[in-house]
């Protein structure tokens, strides 16, 4: 009888006790992680219609800031960020809108008039009139609203504007 | 290979002279009145690691804290877990801890050469009273602030000297802002720095001197 054991008893109280362990060790530590990342998993979507004013109060070949602020409830409180997009008019009927947030590493840009250049203000890096990479780190070129993320409604302009 | 290493790192580290000292000891005869000190150890871990857990979301101010506990216990996945545990253990721990003391009282196991230990033992056990002092008033909800009101104002009743302690504790005259960021520094940081360096010691004594015989019926 002895002999048809193939493990002992210590080594079966051994697996025993390091198999309960795991499963032990999962169930405190797989809620524990989960708690730590609870945040991240729960990424709320921002996404709207933002209304940026009048078209017609935007000067034509002239870049113009337009800022607008969204709020999202982050835990137990509503978190307010302003954000910003250049809007330029190259004629009656073509608009130009572009991110004002540098493709490097999201710093906002602002618009030199004496270089005619965006300049982001963290790195020195430097975008032409149309969003086009001139020089410094950014790895794209300034994002674009364009297409069915652009309306004009009763003469008011509108972006489709996507948080996160 | 494992062999190997294990000696290679016995030899540095004396990983089997630590093992045979902590755990596998001489004991008395095992009685399970005997187990509330390891218990108690376990618990404070458990409410040092929960408590962690707990200040990733807790925000030690009057504006935030009620709110960021209400965060935790309906809007984190298992906040309740956590928040549940350390409150109870809180409970559970004071229990043990004083439970333990009785023990000890009651074997005699504070006499020689074991003094120390004992004495250790008393600020251990007023060190988890002031946690549990301090940690009653972070919620800041109404049981908080009328209970630490009126442990603040017994601490003034002392003479001559009472209303000093008082400002002190409250870091002013009324509860304030000042009172809950100075309790949660007290709890999180300087009341588990000390039970942490007296626990230590604690068992480093208990290691030294082994554990008291159980008194037989000539002592």
Not at chain 2, 63 to 91: C, E, K, P
Request: with cysteine; charged share 15%.
């Amino acid at each position: 009888m002895a002999g048809s054991h193939n493990i002992s008893r210590r080594d079966f109280v051994k697996l025993i006790t390091g198999a309960v362990g795991a499963i032990i060790g999962a169930a405190i530590g797989l809620p524990a992680i989960d708690y730590l990342i609870d945040p991240a998993l729960k990424a709320a979507g921002k996404d709207a219609w933002v209304p940026l004013g009048k078209l017609e109060t935007f000067e034509i070949g002239k870049p113009t800031l337009a800022t607008f602020t969204r709020s999202t409830v982050n835990g137990w409180e509503k978190t307010v960020n302003s954000y910003g997009v250049f809007v330029l008019r190259s004629s009656d009927t073509d608009t130009l809108i572009l991110s004002n947030k540098c493709t490097h590493l999201g710093c906002h840009v602002n618009w030199n008039v004496d270089k005619q250049e965006y300049i982001c203000p963290c790195h020195d890096a430097q975008f032409g009139i149309n969003g086009e990479v001139l020089g410094g780190p950014p790895p794209r070129p300034l994002d674009r609203y364009t297409g069915d993320q652009v309306q004009v409604t009763d003469g008011k302009l509108l972006i489709y504007f996507r948080g996160g | 290979m494992w062999k190997k290493l294990f000696a290679w790192l016995d030899e540095r580290l004396a990983l089997n002279e630590l093992y045979k000292a902590t755990l596998d000891r001489p004991e008395p005869k095992g009685n399970w009145w005997n187990t509330l000190g390891s218990a108690s150890l376990f618990l404070f871990l458990l409410q040092g690691v929960t408590g962690i857990f707990l200040s990733v979301y807790y925000t030690p101010s009057p504006d935030h804290a009620f709110d960021s506990i209400q965060y935790i216990m309906n809007g984190v996945a298992f906040g309740w877990l956590i928040r549940g545990i350390h409150h109870w253990g809180a409970t559970l721990m004071v229990l043990v801890v004083f439970i333990h003391m009785l023990r000890v009282f009651v074997t005699a196991s504070y006499k020689y050469p074991r003094e120390l230990t004992w004495l250790i033992g008393v600020g251990l056990l007023l060190c988890t009273l002031g946690m549990g002092f301090t940690g009653y008033l972070l919620p800041w909800d109404q049981k908080a602030y009328w209970a630490t009101t009126v442990a603040t104002s017994i601490a003034g009743s002392v003479p001559i000297i009472g209303s000093f302690i008082m400002k002190a504790l409250r870091g002013g005259t009324d509860l304030s802002a000042l009172t809950l960021s100075r309790f949660f520094a007290a709890h999180i940081w300087m009341l588990p720095a000390v039970l942490a360096g007296l626990i230590g010691v604690h068992l480093f004594l208990i290691i030294k001197h082994g554990e008291s015989e159980f008194p037989g019926k000539d002592d």
